[in-house]
């Protein structure tokens, strides 16, 4: 999930043939020898001597920070809630895949890692799970991907690792769930839940929905089966497992269908459904979604503070043109409400030393400079216009009476701007950057002392994976801002050889002549248009329209006003300012959205709480503005080259061609 993929189009015979060699080329591969990189068995037996060379526990004080990596756990010490265990992981450079089976231990306080080597340590693995309990974390199953991606390994071992000792035991009990990765595991009071994961068998992918339960007191397995007719999630892996009072949680998640065409091709589908588990009854229920819920979504992260659950990240796919995907990897923070199973966007409020700057600079212009810079005053605008409607239309009048237009050729006749104005405009133009954690797949998540942790994880950049090391916190009870605790590194990426590929194909490169080399041509072409849709990321938005937008194609350009779009949620009326629309009026149409988001996580009312909405209006609407006021001529240089028709456009072509 969250690669571009193609549709069968223009070159539909061609991709059948593709798909043919490429299922011959999976046929040879299953039947020839093992290569050295493919034998998993191999592998794994040269690590585990390799541990049993080890004799005694090593901890390696203040090392440096884990390298990048995906699909690890990162759980918080049950004995030192200042401490963090990050365990496993995956990385690939584009060439050849790494799996880890290193153990860190991280201080939050005073910004240190340390590294553990035990004997008797697990095998490397990803895509596990670990929970922890009283002085112990526990970890099931996960993967080993062979270094050429071409072999896998699901594992249903059991360990126990004592955080006192730092010493692992295997635990080899009856009835444990079967190989898988992908699942999910929660802590119950003393029962770790474990629901769904995948297995893939190299044939088909196996995607479960069975429920197991491990008694930590009595240390045995118990599986949970449906009864007849009752409600029961289907199969998945991905989604996300929480637990509240007597509720056990389960949203959304990934799987694949085999669909109903002739070549019976499996497709991938995102769950968006929400269920509630009872631990005393075992049954499961749909939950209503209410509130504003996050849109469906793969590979987010999800993990409980108080009365809320918190939801960070994903990607989506959509369709840019018609036969190729754009991935847009999220980064935005989502609440549910576990006391009331209500959705809603979290908002983080200003930075308090900004939002004091511009306060002292408005008071400036409340005492008599607002009549010739009405921007000064939206907010006092907004708040009286809370307090009394009935003044209104006297408001606007007053604004509309002192509005000065000030450019570059129009000034206003016998007054200047005050500096406090000025000082507010230049303020605002030189801010720092917003601090915030890019758009990720598979990252890990905690949660200690109420601060949310975000480490590590996956995102896109053009056709490269980019696998990410960086650190992030976030006070969840003040909501304020991101702290980057640890900057991501300069990633590693090595172009694939295709020469393995292309001696295979020798035979049929020969039997296809010169069909083989034309489509080797739309190949090329093919890659160069995918890199043009490549992810954008919100602070390369305005870059992207004014560097590109005058010499793009009409598809193009509407290619990037798409993908602008869709990276930016400008698609929700509620969250942005119309074409045109000033502050204010931005406000007061989405008033009750921003209150309600705000009220989330402030409680406030009345005054304080529109103060605390409008806040969280005006930064949204700061973010836009100019990336909107780029898209309106982007989207007006287009209208105009649609409205002269096919007959102006074909003139112009023709007389670009005689020019050369």
């Known amino acids: 999930m969250g690669k571009k993929t193609k549709k069968p189009g223009k070159g539909k015979e061609k991709t059948e043939r593709k798909t043919a060699r490429a299922e011959e080329k999976k046929a040879r591969r299953e039947t020839k020898k093992l290569s050295p990189e493919d034998d998993i068995d191999a592998i794994l037996l040269s690590i585990q001597k390799e541990e049993a060379k080890k004799k005694e526990v090593h901890v390696d ?174 199969g998945r892996s991905g989604f996300q497992l929480f637990v509240y009072q007597d509720d056990i949680f389960l949203y959304g998640g990934y799987s694949k269908e085999v669909s109903s065409d002739k070549n019976n091709s499996e497709k991938g589908f995102v769950h968006s459904d929400m269920w509630s588990l009872d631990p005393k009854t075992w049954e499961w229920n749909k939950v209503k979604k209410s509130g504003m819920p996050p849109g469906p979504r793969a590979g987010f992260s999800m993990c409980v503070h108080k009365r809320r659950a918190v939801l960070f990240g994903g990607v989506v796919d959509i369709e840019v043109q018609g036969d190729v995907m754009m991935s847009l990897f999220l980064n935005e923070l989502y609440g549910f409400q576990l006391d009331t199973n209500r959705w809603y966007p979290l908002e983080l409020r200003k930075e308090k030393s900004t939002k004091d700057k511009l306060k002292k600079i408005e008071q400036n212009c409340a005492d008599g400079v607002d009549k010739i810079n009405p921007a000064c005053t939206a907010r006092e605008d907004v708040e009286e216009e809370e307090d009394e409607e009935s003044n209104i239309d006297d408001i606007s009048k007053n604004i509309a009476s002192n509005m000065s237009v000030v450019d570059s050729e129009t000034h206003n006749k016998s007054e200047e701007k005050p500096k406090e104005c000025v000082a507010k405009s230049e303020i605002q133009s030189s801010l720092p950057e917003v601090v915030k954690p890019c758009g990720r797949i598979n990252a890990c998540m905690a949660v200690g002392r109420d601060t949310l942790y975000i480490y590590g994880g996956m995102m896109e950049i053009k056709d490269q994976e980019i696998t990410l090391d960086d650190l992030y916190s976030l006070n969840l009870s003040k909501l304020d801002e991101w702290k980057c605790i640890i900057p991501a590194s300069e990633s590693e990426w090595v172009e694939a050889s295709d020469d393995d590929e292309e001696n295979e194909d020798d035979d049929e490169d020969e039997s296809d002549g010169d069909s083989s080399t034309d489509e080797d041509e739309d190949d090329e072409e093919e890659e160069e248009e995918e890199a043009q849709n490549a992810s954008v990321q919100v602070g390369d938005a305005v870059a992207l329209i004014k560097g590109g937008g005058k010499n793009l194609r009409r598809k193009e350009r509407r290619s990037r006003i798409e993908q602008i779009r869709a990276s930016l949620g400008l698609s929700d009326s509620q969250r942005t300012p119309l074409a045109g629309e000033s502050l204010r009026d931005f406000y007061r149409r989405t008033n009750m ?47 105009a080259e649609e409205a002269e028709g096919p007959e102006t456009s074909a003139k112009k072509r023709g007389k670009k061609k005689t020019r050369n």
């Open 593 to 639: 959205y921003w209150q309600m988001a705000a009220h989330e996580h402030t409680q406030h009312t009345g005054k304080e709480l529109r103060k605390d909405g409008f806040d969280l209006a005006e930064a949204r609407y700061r973010e836009l503005k100019p990336i909107l006021d780029e898209l309106s001529l982007l989207e007006a240089e287009q209208k």
């Open 61 to 234: 004080d203040n090392v440096p920070a884990p390298s990048p990596r995906s699909n690890c756990t990162l759980t918080v010490n049950p004995l030192k809630e200042t401490e963090l265990i990050l365990y496993g992981g995956e990385f690939y450079n584009g060439n050849k895949t790494f799996v880890y089976g290193d153990l860190y231990r991280y201080d939050v306080e005073k910004l240190e890692w340390k590294l553990v080597s035990s004997p008797n340590s697990p095998p490397p693995r990803s895509a596990h799970q670990a929970v922890a309990w009283k002085n112990f974390v526990y970890i099931f199953g996960g993967e080993f991907t062979s270094p050429n991606q071409e072999r896998f390994h699901h594992y249903k071992d059991f360990w126990m690792l004592d955080l006192k000792t730092n010493q692992w035991e295997q635990l080899n009990l009856k009835g444990c769930p079967s190989p898988r990765s992908g699942h999910r595991m929660v802590l119950y009071k003393h029962k770790i839940i474990l629901f769904g994961g995948f297995y893939d068998t190299l044939r088909e992918v196996r995607y479960y929905n069975d429920l197991f339960v491990f008694d930590l007191d009595q240390f045995k397995w118990q599986e949970i089966k449906p009864k007849p007719g009752a409600m029961w999630p289907t």
